[in-house]
C-alpha cells in the first residue's frame, strides 16, 4: 500500500496538469502562501512575495515535467486581469489630480532623466563588464512594464526571455531597497516616492508604493504607464544608437 501511494499522487497530478485551471490554482495559492509570510513579516521589503513565488512555481512545474505552455493555458486567466488592474489605477490617480497639476512639468522632467539615466547606466555598465551585445540590448528595456520590455528587446535584438527575467528582477530590487534609499536621501513626499518607484521598478514598485500610501501609489502608477509609453516610443532608437556605437 505505501509503495502505491507515490503512484497514485503521480497519477493524480496527471491528471490535474490536464486541467487548464491548475495553472490558475497554484499560482493563487503559491502567491497566497508567500504574501501571508510577507504579511506577516510586517510587510518587510526583503520579504517581498513576488521572488519566492515564482522560485516555488518553476520548481513545481520542473520537478513534474509540466511545460510551460500547459501552465499558462490556466494562469493567463490572471494574465487578463493585469490590464482591467491597470486602468484601475486611473481612479486613485484621479483623486490626486489637484497634484498632478501643479507637478506636472517637474514629472515630466523627472520622467525622462529616470527612463535615459536608468537605460544608460545599465549598458554602460554591462558593456563595460564585457556583456555581449544581445545581453546588451535585453538589459536596455529593464525598469518598463514586462510586456512592452520584450517587444523593445525583441525590436533591437535583445532576447525577450532574458528581458523578462531582467525586468522582474529590477522591479523586486527596486522595492526592497527603495525605502532605505528614500530615508537615506531624505525623501519623504509621497508623490516623489511613489513617481520614482513606478519609473524605475514598474507594477512591482507600485505595489510597494500602494503599501506607504494611496498618493505614492497613484504617482506611481502614473509614472509605470508614462514610462512605457515614452520608452517605447524613444527607447529603440536610443539603444540602438548606444549600442551602435559601443559595437567593436
Known sequence: ???????????????????????????????????????????HPLANPVPPAVLVLATLLWATGTPYATYFEGAQFVHFLLGPATVALAVP???????????????????????????????????????????????????????????????????????????????VLGAVSARFLFQVLRIEDPAVRGFALGTIAHGIGTARAFQESEESGAFAGLAMGLSALFSALV??????????????
Open 93 to 171: 490617480l484621479f483623486e490626486q489630480m489637484h497634484r498632478l497639476r501643479r507637478l506636472a512639468l517637474p514629472l515630466l522632467g523627472a520622467l525622462v532623466a529616470g527612463v535615459l539615466a536608468t537605460t544608460v547606466t545599465a549598458i554602460a555598465l554591462a558593456w563595460a563588464l564585457g556583456a555581449s551585445p544581445a545581453t546588451l540590448a535585453s538589459l536596455a528595456p529593464k525598469s518598463v512594464t514586462m510586456p512592452v520590455a520584450m517587444g523593445i528587446a525583441e525590436k533591437i535584438g535583445g532576447l525577450p526571455s532574458l528581458t523578462a527575467v531582467l525586468v522582474m528582477g529590477t522591479g
Open 1 to 43: 500500500m505505501a509503495a502505491e501511494a507515490p503512484q497514485r499522487l503521480a497519477d493524480i497530478w496527471v491528471y490535474l496538469a490536464a486541467t487548464p485551471l491548475l495553472g490558475l490554482t497554484l499560482t493563487l495559492l503559491v502567491y497566497h502562501a508567500a504574501f501571508v509570510l510577507y504579511r506577516r513579516s510586517g510587510f
Open 235 to 248: 527607447l529603440p532608437a536610443v539603444a540602438a544608437g548606444l549600442l551602435a556605437w559601443m559595437a567593436p
